[in-house]
């Protein structure tokens, strides 16, 4: 996707005024999903898409993904993860906003170690993400979810491992 600002008070004759931006990390900031180039890399992408396409609650699937990373490094996983690009103008758009003032945040559902990364190489002012549990520099196949109340009824949202909607109220 190609990023660019624009002015929507220009457009609309409202006086509003942005204060945060909220983005997605995955296919948003960055040109790739984490975990289907980390799977490429490591040779899991069936079981990866057997996960995906399984009926599965959303917050079970990231469960499930998570223990495809047992055992792996640290360094491994952000040597990976770094070969994603940013997408077009992610940096340039970040700055912009930056520079009028807006604060920045992402939400992912994608973990931690990788959302910090993008926060700081980005400057951006908060990052929310679950966390993959490390144990002696390898992913012990756990994760801890930012939403820690999932499964709510009626509520589409809790049914993910982050809703970024609190992330927004938060």
Known sequence: ????????RKNTGSDMTYKLVLFDMDGTLLNGRTVFVIARERGFEGELQDIMNSDMKPYEKTERIAMLLAGM???DFMSIFR??????NA????GELKRRGVKTALATDS??????DVQRRLGIDHA??????????RFTGEVRMHNKHPVKEGDECRMH??????????
């Not at 996707?1 to 929507?8: A, G, K, L, S, T």
């Not at 491992?161 to 938060?170: E, Q, Y």
């Open 73 to 75: 490094t640290v360094e």
């Open 1 to 8: 996707r190609q990023m660019c600002i624009r002015d929507r």
């Open 111 to 116: 973990y931690h170690l990788a959302a910090f």
């Open 128 to 137: 929310f993400a679950n966390e993959i549990v490390v144990h002696e520099n």
């Open 91 to 94: 940096e340039y758009v970040v």
């Open 83 to 88: 070969t994603i690009p940013f997408n077009r």
């Open 161 to 170: 491992s982050i809703c970024k909607r609190d992330v927004l109220l938060h």
